[in-house]
């Protein structure tokens, strides 16, 4: 299988300070590498079906549930649907944190990044490898899922409540992950009438409010933190064992939780809408382990491919551009941490880069920036419009206040046509943290200000209107 735009291996930097790079994790190759995982996954992608996309990504999820109770190191480079799963769960940072770290758990999985060049190189498995993968994972499961074995062998996966396994033809599986099928099949939890997929999800929920309890979508605060006190909600409700109709989950425990605080008060308020928002979002309809709907997850990033295949990125002038832009937008969320902060294409490509290295991330935007920067793509459209407004005027407010940290420009080599030179930000905003990298301006406009370069830059390579203007200040050569 061919692909085409970054498919080619990226350029070298001439020299190690000429290209922006951010914690170690954002850098030019790191973000080319990102685009050439999606670019690779995507066209694999529209070679089947619609119908088989679905089982695909059935079948994935499921695989991705295996890779993490099976991680371990020195552990191979995961196949492409496993990586793009585990990818999309760390683009969800509280939960993917509250999945790996508090209620599975693996941390080590969550510890260890993508590994992005591992997946641009695409290498082929030595046989020592491959034998590896069938004594860990069986002579069932193929390394590289296709359409043409993605049906092969059962869906298997423990019961939540009796941890019996249930075990089903994967064509079967595949219409009850989609909602196609509820009728039920024999099981040991209920004997007579047997179980569905509404039963699975039910039975998920029931057993992580028994279990520490480890609700997911409650064991956060809001800045990212692990929380001492659990939501007070969890110990005055209980699980609901008959649910009718069986996809009005939400709706029995709304009711229960209503009940509960006619006598507990306002006090129980916050924790009794958390724990009703973390039912309908984590739960209902969600029969797999993880917190959110991977699936789901998955199909939201085809709009984002399709957003970013938009743009003409020029190697390394656009990655660059980008990874400047992202270092500016943390830093506006830091000045103002209650404002939504909405990321134009490009930052979001260094954004999603950042997160592929989950424990790096977390430390860096807790530590450096105040909090945990949660990434949500299910912000609806009018939403969004009403929150980039509102981003944008903070972003334009800021290249007219002195107060704001300023690029400063050294000049390092001068041509007749261009001077280059050095960026540095004073004040740092993430000291030792962030390398602005080179620029190059064309000669007698040195003195202009920088962030029109640099705008004017990213045009040149996008071939597109920004949408978005850097907070870059006036630039001052030493």
Known sequence: ????????????????????????????????????????????????????????????????????????????????????????????????????????????????????????????????????????????????????????????????????????????????????????????????????????????????????????????????????????????????QVIIPQNEMDYAYERQIQEQLKFLGPDYEYDANELLYAIRTSYQGNPSPFSNDLIQAVARQRKFYSNITSIHWQYPISYMSAIRRYHDHLALIKMHPNHKAIPTIEIDVAFHTHMMDSLRYHKFTIHRVGKLINHDDDIPESSIRKHLSEWQTLWSNLQHRSIEHRYKFTKTRATDELVEGTLKVTPSIFPTTYQPGMVRIRQGKEARNLYTTLNEELVRSNNTKATMISIHSKGKEK
């Open 1 to 240: 299988m061919t692909y085409g735009k970054f498919s080619a291996p990226p350029p070298v930097a001439p020299n190690p300070t000429h290209f922006p790079k951010l914690n170690g994790v954002v850098t030019v190759e790191n973000c080319y590498y990102y685009l050439s995982f999606l670019e690779r996954f995507w066209t694999f992608m529209d070679t089947m079906t619609l119908q088989e996309q679905r089982h695909y990504l059935a079948r994935a999820e499921v695989r991705y549930e295996k890779w993490i109770h099976n991680h371990f190191s020195p552990m191979l480079v995961p196949p492409l649907d496993i990586a793009f799963m585990w990818h999309v769960h760390k683009l969800s940072p509280f939960r993917c944190y509250e999945d790996l770290v508090l209620r599975l758990p693996c941390k080590k999985l969550f510890d260890d990044p993508l590994p992005l060049y591992d997946l641009f190189k695409n290498e082929d498995l030595t046989p020592n490898d491959l034998k590896r993968w069938k004594q860990t994972f069986g002579e069932d499961e193929p390394y590289h899922l296709t359409n043409q074995n993605m049906y092969s062998g059962t869906f298997q996966r423990p019961c939540y409540r009796c941890r019996q396994v249930i075990e089903l033809p994967w064509s079967n599986y595949y219409d009850y992950r989609f909602g196609a099928n509820h009728t039920r099949f024999p099981h040991d939890c209920a004997p007579v009438d047997g179980i569905n997929f509404w039963d699975v999800a039910r039975m998920k929920l029931e057993s992580d409010l028994m279990n520490g309890p480890v609700v997911a979508g409650t064991l956060l605060n809001p800045n990212g933190s692990v929380k001492v006190t659990l939501n007070k909600m969890i110990a005055k409700i209980r699980p609901i």
